[in-house]
């Protein structure tokens, strides 16, 4: 049965790769994933662009354990010398756009799932959510579902990790920040000027660290990553505008983050876009960890941001693939470690229920 169940998977991969799926236009994606529940007999629900479906046999009383990988991608970038809407397969790699991140997780877990449907008498109930608009962190993607699918205890993110566990991930905080000055001819005496005034701001931010060092995620990341002031060669202008990326380890919440930042910086003002994607952790004692140490994988955490940064339960990212390849040119997933991931999902759920 697996094996069918990962040629099937890899079938299917090669669709969603020929089908456009930016976030919020995932529609014609969602629909080749309800396909795959009908072809199998498995009762599903399309909420949006979100598809999502329990295994035969739930049981209110028993915990529930989450597999979620998202469908929709990135826009491909111009470096690209293949079609990036074309499944090639060439030297043993699947190319196209979506097919590390996270095509490859996605259809690998729809595979897991469909194999464990009609299980008796497991340990945990299963819910399967292909989700939408997790590359812009959307409304309507895995938070919109929350309040939709049944309570979630604990969760499998389907993300590239070459299939090692990422017992951690990283949150995300960017904020808005102002450095204020006094407009004037650029001809004139200014010694309010709002873009020198940023170069001891620039250097506060370089320089700043945060005291707590996470054993798993490291120290906080705290990047300047964009700039803007002026219009006119000849004006000098009132403010200038920065935009800082914070990258919080699970030391922080997302909102100490920012009240630290909001006391501290010397900015004019610092706000922040969004306090819900902190950062995510699972126990290195919790029964899914332990399986998949037991089964020869290592533990790390992850840099990179993806849905569980919205789930309130333990949350394990594991999936298929290389996180260095994702949204990069003439993106690819090798066959091979699909059909290894499926495996491996496998026999990681096989030694808990």
Same mark, same amino acid.
């Given at each position: 049965m697996i094996a069918t169940l990962t040629q099937e998977a890899i079938a299917l991969l090669k669709n969603l790769i020929e089908t456009q799926s930016f976030s919020s236009e995932e529609d014609k994606t969602a629909e080749l994933i309800e396909q795959w529940f009908k072809t199998h007999n498995i009762d599903a629900t399309r909420t949006k662009n979100n598809v999502w479906a329990v295994n035969k046999n739930f049981?209110?009383?028993?915990p529930t354990l989450l597999l979620n990988s998202h469908h929709d991608t990135v826009k491909p970038n111009s470096a690209?010398?293949?079609d990036p809407f074309k499944a090639i397969v060439a030297d043993g790699k699947l190319f196209g756009l979506g097919s590390n991140d996270a095509g490859g997780c996605l259809v690998s877990l729809l595979a897991t799932f469909t194999y464990f449907y009609e299980h008796e008498d497991l340990n945990y109930n299963l819910v399967m959510v292909a989700s939408a608009e997790e590359e812009n962190s959307g409304s309507n993607g895995l938070n919109s579902m929350l309040q939709i699918m049944p309570k979630?205890?604990? =969760? /499998?993110?389907?993300?590239p990790t070459l299939m090692q566990l =990422? /017992?951690?991930e990283k949150g995300l905080v960017v904020f808005d920040a102002k450095v204020k000055g006094?407009?004037?001819?650029?001809?004139?005496?200014n010694p309010d000027n709002a873009i020198y005034n940023c170069i001891e701001v620039l250097q506060w931010f370089k320089d700043y660290s945060f005291k707590k060092t996470s054993e798993t995620l490291g120290e906080v990341k705290m990047t300047v990553s964009q700039i803007k002031a002026g219009e006119q060669h000849n004006a000098i202008p009132a403010e200038v505008d920065l935009v800082i990326d914070v990258r919080v380890n699970d030391c922080y919440s997302n909102a100490?983050?920012?009240?630290?930042?909001?006391n501290e910086s010397p900015c004019d003002s610092i706000i922040p876009r969004s306090l819900r994607l902190n950062s995510s952790s699972i126990p290195k004692e919790h029964p899914l960890v332990q399986s998949g140490l037991a089964?020869?994988?290592?533990?790390?955490g992850s840099p990179t941001l993806s849905d569980q940064a919205v789930l309130a339960c333990p949350s394990l990212k594991l999936g298929p693939g290389d996180s260095t390849r994702s949204h990069s040119a003439d993106e690819f997933i090798y066959l091979k470690e699909i059909e290894e991931g499926i495996g491996l999902y496998v026999e990681l759920?096989?030694?808990i229920f």
């Open positions: 049981e209110e009383a028993k690209y010398t293949k979630v205890d604990v =969760a /499998i993110v389907g993300e =990422a /017992i951690a006094r407009p004037s001819h650029a001809a004139h005496p100490e983050i920012a009240e630290m930042l909001q089964m020869g994988r290592e533990t790390y759920l096989e030694r």
